[in-house]
């Protein structure tokens, strides 16, 4: 019993990931629209993910059962994810510019920002962000995967995420070596 709930924990930490990254890429759309005026792919790989969202999904899913638990108040909640994804985009800025040599994103006019990878403003709106996801989204949307876990068995849950992964991975690949010369 306890490896069957570990599976299904498993299961909704990918469900997360691949929804929000879908749904990070799409906002990353929408923005890039609203700044240049036109659609504009923000993202690295070839697919519509971006998968900084799924990791930041799955890094909500994972402190916002400790925050809950904690009964950390909404002011705290802020800090705490503000903190930690500030951290997170400074770190993937990082990785990315040195796996790839290229810059995704330039904060360096905005105010407040550290080194161009993280600004005020973006760290205030993912804080944000993040409280909204634990408040009004991660509960809703935990109910509805349960929802569909009774009308679905575990195993074609785990095809579904192996095809989504395997997808993903693919687009990895072909994305790596589309920007480093091997």
Do not use: H
């Amino acid at each position: 019993m306890e490896k069957e709930k570990r599976g299904i924990k498993i299961q909704n930490i990918m469900i997360y990931y691949f929804i929000c990254s879908v749904i990070g890429w799409i906002m990353e759309m929408v923005y890039g629209y609203m700044v240049f005026g036109k659609f504009v792919d923000r993202g690295f790989l070839y697919g519509p993910m971006c998968p900084i969202y799924g990791y930041g999904s799955i890094t909500m899913v994972l402190i916002g059962e400790k925050i809950r638990k904690k009964n950390i108040n909404i002011i705290g909640t802020f800090f705490i994810i503000t903190i930690i994804f500030t951290l997170l985009e400074y770190i993937a800025s990082l990785i990315l510019e040195s796996i790839f040599n290229l810059r995704w994103w330039d904060y360096t006019n905005e105010f407040l920002n550290l080194n161009g990878r993280v600004c005020l403003m973006f760290s205030l709106m993912f804080g944000i962000m993040g409280v909204f996801f634990i408040e009004c989204i991660y509960e809703p949307s935990k109910r509805l995967i349960e929802k569909i876990r009774e009308k679905i068995s575990v195993k074609i849950i785990w095809v579904i995420l192996g095809v989504a992964t395997i997808i993903c991975l693919t687009d990895t690949v072909l994305s790596v070596v589309k920007y480093v010369k091997l």
